[in-house]
């Protein structure tokens, strides 16, 4: 295993169009979360999985945000009519639900909304 | 709500010398973990250290150290012997602990950490 992959690293896209992000978790763990970092801040919750159960979202989440995780395995995050604001690095990571192992994050997806 | 604040934006340390960074947390919780994560510049975040709140004993991993002090709610971070390569964002974060199951982690801001040579 060769930890959490995601997928673009970098996406330039228009404001307006959609754009869909790919995470890839370590297989063993069954949870997974999205997170938003703009510069200089800390990264923000956007919503996680257990399984292929969403079992939060961030009011962060607008209605032009969905998750999906099928089968439990990786995860997309769409963005539909995307604006400058959306313009961030999203961050996937993974962990078990009870260990005290922290989480183990991917490189990011890096969005320029133009 | 629970929040992580991180007081000190930017700091900067001479290679070798020891370097605190400072950490205060607010919850209601009396079961929680606390982290402090390393994120180098354009490269993924990677844990440094861990604590679990039970546990009175400081968390040290090699070079790192933390000051725990569940009263005061603070949870900061040492770095001693400094090395060029520990130049990155440091990021405390809180995870509360449900009934056997996790939380999410949340976040401060970061602290910009300069190692000079």
Same mark, same amino acid.
């Given at each position: /295993?060769?930890?959490?992959?995601? /997928?673009?690293?970098?996406?330039? =896209?228009?404001?307006? @169009? ?28 956007? =919503?996680? &999985?257990?399984?292929? #159960? ?10 032009? &945000? ?7 395995? &990786?995860?997309?995050?769409?963005? @539909? ?16 639900? =009870? #260990?005290?192992?922290? $989480? ?11 | #709500?629970?929040?992580?604040? !991180?007081? +000190?934006?930017e700091m900067s340390v001479q290679e070798a010398e020891t370097v605190t960074l400072?950490? =205060?947390? /607010?919850?209601?919780?009396?079961? $929680?973990?606390?982290?402090w994560y390393k994120q180098p510049p354009s490269r993924q975040m990677i844990?440094v250290i ?5 546990? !009175?004993?400081?968390?040290?991993e090699n070079r790192f150290?933390?000051?725990? +002090?569940?009263? #005061?709610?603070?949870?900061?971070l040492k770095i001693s012997d400094s090395q060029l390569g520990d130049t990155a964002m440091y990021?405390?974060? &809180? @995870? ?14 970061g602290t910009k950490l300069s190692v000079k040579p």
């Amino acid at each position: /295993d060769t930890g959490v992959s995601q /997928d673009p690293r970098h996406k330039i =896209t228009k404001r307006g @169009q959609n754009v869909t992000f790919r995470c890839d978790p370590i297989s063993e763990h069954n949870r997974l979360y999205w997170y938003r970092q703009t510069l200089g801040q800390g990264p923000e919750f956007l =919503t996680y &999985f257990q399984n292929e #159960a969403q079992l939060e979202k961030s009011r962060l989440l607008s209605d032009r &945000f969905s998750a999906e995780r099928p089968k439990g395995s &990786f995860s997309t995050l769409e963005i @539909q009519r995307t604006e400058q604001g959306d313009s961030a690095m999203y961050l996937c990571a993974s962990s078990f639900e =009870t #260990a005290f192992s922290g $989480y183990t994050f991917g490189s990011g997806t890096r969005l320029t909304v133009v | #709500a629970q929040t992580v604040t !991180q007081s +000190q934006p930017e700091m900067s340390v001479q290679e070798a010398e020891t370097v605190t960074l400072s950490c =205060t947390y /607010d919850t209601s919780e009396n079961n $929680y973990y606390l982290f402090w994560y390393k994120q180098p510049p354009s490269r993924q975040m990677i844990l440094v250290i861990r604590q679990e709140a039970y546990k !009175q004993q400081n968390a040290t991993e090699n070079r790192f150290s933390v000051n725990f +002090q569940k009263a #005061a709610k603070s949870f900061s971070l040492k770095i001693s012997d400094s090395q060029l390569g520990d130049t990155a964002m440091y990021f405390c974060a &809180f @995870q509360p602990f449900y009934g056997g199951s996790q939380g999410n982690l949340i976040f401060g801001k970061g602290t910009k950490l300069s190692v000079k040579p």
